[in-house]
């Protein structure tokens, strides 16, 4: 169908030469009209630059003419630049931009309300220092690893290949081993076109343990040993929850469950796919940490911590209790917003559950702060962070990496049509049909997730140099300023009290904290019954 509209041009080509001897009116000028339109068509096919052109010949050309009138069209009648649904078109210009290695300048000024609530910004020194090599890292890996990881601090975020299509997931592999960052499986294991190219990849272990299961959906010691010990795997990640549907489990149908997929998660082909909503290895806090330690051992010693969106917060400072009585640390802990997604979701698990990142990042900082185990382990950041800006605004917050799906999507070509869970993704990069899939053409868009990488972390170094810093890991929540209300404005991002260190071992105040650090232990994620 998505071909009918140059088909019926190419045909109507044909035709009127035809029809002209039957004709004495002046046929040609229809020649003219339809000719170029069906050599129009053609190219459109037959080019590997454009995902949209190659899958809808003629008619995305539509789409460039309506983005051409969009200031008239939009900013008087329908949205602004800035209106997030769920990314801006100016955050999606941005990121095509760089993906390109075009301009990605703003003229005239910004299109934000800098006295209005919410308005965020990173404050400049008047002694800024040398611009410094982008090439930012930060060691993955505490004492009780033997093989640490050197990871980028901006990396691809989880995608499962299923969810993305065979040629997203090659492109993104590709350009992550082109920039030298990582690349996030997602729970659905390890394809063959993750190695393919080559790239550095961090395995997600989600509640069905694909990749490394039993038959009956539990874990497998010996196949996530065979796997993990592959050179390309360079951490290891626990999936507790996704910021998507936190505390939701999901279901790949049967229809789509290919040869490939079920290869790959180690599941039947064309029986339905199915993560349940908790894990089945452990139990309680205690039992998470002691799984960590025995995946620890089973890939040689790399890298191993666990992704999570923040919910009840007794559940998180249970774990730390569990860190503190067992002595068993995670390398890493991922905090996952409830605003990240990059498929389906029930709209209540997307609009209303879980803690947005800003929040549940903090919170996690201050914890680990409160018992003095931040300096053993690092923490990555994700959801929503497409710019430079939005790594600094998370990093000042306490995270010592980021994390992008989306971002990384749009350098794909993804043009936010919202049909991820359809399987006619227009651009080919969330679908399994091949051939829409064709129209992303992997050399080209591997280019573009490097350029796109590379570029961002540019525009970091530029910030950070102008904040008078040297590498972002200097950043701190005073250099970052939220407005609360008008004319006011807070360091940090909310007004909750930073703990210091050792404060919640001895004691604290903070109500957040206090309440929800009583209610802990670390032999259950039950919060504890006041006796």
């Known amino acids: 169908m998505r071909y009918l509209p140059f088909a019926f041009i190419v045909i109507l080509t044909l035709f009127i030469p035809l029809a002209g001897t039957f004709w004495n009116g002046s046929w040609y000028w229809f020649l003219l009209i339809f000719l170029p339109l069906s050599l129009l068509g053609t190219w459109d096919i037959l080019q590997t630059r454009h995902n949209l052109l190659k899958n809808y010949p003629l008619l995305a ?49 910004t299109d934000l309300d800098v006295y209005g609530e919410k308005y965020a910004w990173l404050n400049h020194s008047v002694a800024p220092t040398k611009k410094t090599d982008s090439c930012f890292c930060v060691k993955v890996g505490g004492a009780q690893c033997g093989k640490p990881y050197f990871a980028s601090v901006y990396n691809i975020s989880a995608m499962s290949f299923g969810a993305l299509s065979a040629n997203a997931i090659r492109a ?59 050179e390309q795997v360079k951490m290891i990640e626990i999936k507790l929850s996704q910021g998507a549907k936190p505390g939701h489990g999901g279901v790949l149908p049967g229809r789509k469950v290919s040869a490939e997929i079920a290869a790959a998660r180690h599941v039947p082909a064309g029986v339905d796919c199915i993560s349940p909503s908790g894990h089945s290895a452990f139990n309680t806090p205690v039992e998470l940490l002691e799984f960590v330690q025995r995946l620890r051992t089973l890939c040689g010693g790399k890298p191993v911590g666990f992704k999570l969106c923040i919910g009840h917060r007794w559940e998180f400072l249970a774990i730390v209790k569990a ?64 710019s430079a800006f939005g790594m600094v605004r998370a990093m000042s917050l306490g995270a010592d990496w980021c994390n992008s799906a989306r971002g990384f999507m749009f350098a794909l070509g993804c043009v936010q049509s919202r049909s991820c869970h359809t399987n006619r993704c227009p651009v080919g990069v969330t679908t399994q049909d091949p051939g829409r899939q064709r129209a992303l053409v992997v050399e080209d868009k591997a280019q573009r997730v490097y350029h796109f990488h590379k570029n961002t972390l540019k525009a970091l170094a530029e910030v950070i140099s102008a904040a008078g810093l040297k590498h972002p890991c200097e950043l701190r929540p005073y250099h970052f300023y939220l407005r609360s209300a008008p004319n006011t404005a807070i360091p940090g991002n909310m007004a909750l009290d930073f703990l210091e260190p050792g404060e ?28």
């Open 61 to 109: 050309h539509l789409r460039w003419v309506f983005e051409g009138i969009r200031p008239e069209i939009r900013q008087y009648l329908v949205e602004s630049d800035t209106e997030a649904i769920p990314f801006s078109r100016e955050q999606r210009a941005l990121v095509y931009e760089r993906a390109k290695d075009t301009v990605d300048v703003h003229p005239f000024g």
């Open 172 to 230: 993104l592999n590709k350009g992550a081993k082109m920039g030298g960052f990582a690349h996030d499986t997602g729970e659905g294991s390890i394809s063959r076109y993750h190695r393919e190219f080559g790239g550095d990849l961090i395995w997600e272990i989600g509640t069905g343990y694909f990749g490394c299961r039993n038959t009956d959906g539990t874990f497998n010691a010996e196949t996530f040993a065979e796997q993990a010990a592959g």
């Open 323 to 386: 860190m503190l009585e067992t002595g068993i640390l995670p390398d890493f802990i991922v905090v996952d917003g409830a605003e990240g997604g990059t498929g389906a979701a029930p709209l209540e698990f997307s609009d209303h559950l879980g803690t947005p990142l800003y929040e549940g990042l903090l919170f996690v900082h201050n914890a680990l702060y409160g018992t003095r185990l931040r300096e053993h382990i690092k923490i990555g950041a994700s959801g929503k962070i497409v």
């Open 504 to 531: 919640l071992l001895e004691g604290t105040e903070n109500p957040l904290f206090k309440i929800n650090w009583a209610l802990a232990q670390a032999h259950s994620f039950a919060p504890l019954k006041p006796a």
